[in-house]
């Protein structure tokens, strides 16, 4: 055990080709001893791929199923046995398998079920396929890939229907697979299926014919956003939405001037499940122009000292809570703060705090209060927190992600 130990000295770090070579035996036996650091055990599975010992195949097999196992050894060891599917797959389908918690595990099982050919999958797969997180998204493709090629699509296609947004999306992958044109699918309530359709399309000409046929504004849309992604030609993408009468998403309360400023920064980047009316307006309107960071920073400080307040210099958001970035600046006035959009003359801080907000407004910003900053953008998905939905004014304005 020592040789695995010098092998891997510590987390993260790991002799791969001396691992290659190290006795397969042992390297099985120190995975089956849980009481080994689990990052030793990862890096020992990783180094059995194509060599695991018929001998330690079962308890191999006992690590996956024990539930107290940590789950990077349990997932790593799926990924190994992926020819054990005769023994795995009862404990994979199992009921008490949808009891899972630990991290990444409920993924990779449906994975694996993919993957040894349980087609009784296939519609979790399809969610798990459509999620927005990366690495579920991958793992779901990975295995309905792998039922495909097994059963063939239209097998797969007939086990999952067309009832959910994942289901069209599924669909639409397929057919775009096999050569199909996917245009008609820019007209799917959907906006996340839409988007998908929109994202694979490849030919200007088809688009441009489209346009004239779409049978609602919202594919008509998603066609003017899939050209410009190809073209890049503004002018054209402007006539189409003239054309359309400049449809946009109204919002109760967002004036020319916040909508400006959000549009612009959150439409280019926005979730998959937002309306297209943002993304197009935001390609066809003129963005605000943003003053000099700094001039502005000193321009608010001047004020907040002229009032009398005491005051610290002015830090990023992510420098003031120690981690991540964002769209704003904090300046601490004693036992309150005060927050600096980058997106526009945009302030707010406690609504007591008077003092500031006078000082601030005198100087020509614009104090966001509790009412305008409590506005939901509707239609626009940004993420946030792990969310992906539409948030209010004072987190888009004010944004700060770790």
Not at 34 to 50: D, I, K, N, Q
Not at 164 to 191: I, K, N, Q, W, Y
Not at 268 to 275: A, F, G, I, L
Request: with cysteine.
């Amino acid at each position: 055990m020592r040789d695995i130990e010098r092998l891997v000295p510590s987390a993260g770090r790991a002799d791969t080709v001396g691992l290659s070579e190290f006795d397969a035996g042992e390297l099985a036996r120190y995975v089956a001893d849980h009481a080994h650091p689990w990052w030793r055990r990862r890096s020992c599975v990783l180094a059995l791929a194509g060599r695991v010992p018929e001998r330690y195949a079962a308890e191999l097999i006992a690590r996956v199923c024990d539930p107290e196992d940590v789950a990077e050894v349990r997932i790593a060891l799926l990924g190994l046995l992926a020819d054990r599917g005769a023994e795995l797959l009862p404990w994979l389908r199992h009921e008490d398998r949808r009891h899972e918690r630990s991290y990444a595990m409920p993924e990779a099982i449906l994975k694996a079920r993919g993957l040894f050919g349980d087609r009784s999958a296939a519609p979790e797969l399809v969610t798990l396929a459509a999620s927005a997180w990366p690495h579920r998204r991958a793992a779901g493709e990975a295995a309905l890939d792998a039922l495909v090629t097994r059963y063939g699509a239209e097998a797969i296609l007939a086990d999952i229907g067309v009832a959910r947004p994942e289901d069209r999306a599924f669909h639409v992958r397929m057919r775009h697979r096999a050569g199909a044109d996917v245009t008609d699918a820019l007209a799917d309530s959907d906006h996340g299926v839409a988007y998908l359709a929109q994202s694979l399309l490849s030919d200007p000409v088809r688009l441009r014919g489209y346009l004239g046929e779409a049978p609602t504004t919202d594919a008509a849309l998603w066609a003017a956003y899939a050209l410009h992604r190809l073209t890049g030609d503004v002018d054209e993408t402007r006539a189409v939405y003239e054309a359309l009468g400049s449809p946009r998403v109204e919002v109760d309360g967002l004036d020319e001037e916040l909508r400006g400023a959000i549009v612009h920064e959150y439409a280019h980047r926005c979730e998959r499940q937002s309306d297209p009316r943002w993304r197009v307006e935001a390609l066809c309107t003129d963005p605000p122009v943003r003053p000099d960071q700094d001039r502005r920073l000193r321009r608010a400080t001047a004020a907040l000292t002229a009032a009398g307040m005491a005051l610290e210099p002015p830090v990023p958001c992510g420098e003031y809570h120690h981690q991540g970035g964002g769209t704003y600046h904090v300046i601490e006035c004693g036992e309150s703060e005060v927050s600096v959009s980058t997106l526009g003359p945009f302030v707010t801080g406690a609504a007591t705090d008077a003092a500031a907000r006078n000082a601030l407004e005198s100087a020509g910003f614009r104090w966001i209060d509790e009412t305008t900053g409590a506005i939901r953008v509707t239609g626009l998905c940004v993420y946030y927190f792990g969310e992906r939905e539409p948030v209010s004014v004072d987190t888009l304005l004010f944004y700060w992600q770790d």
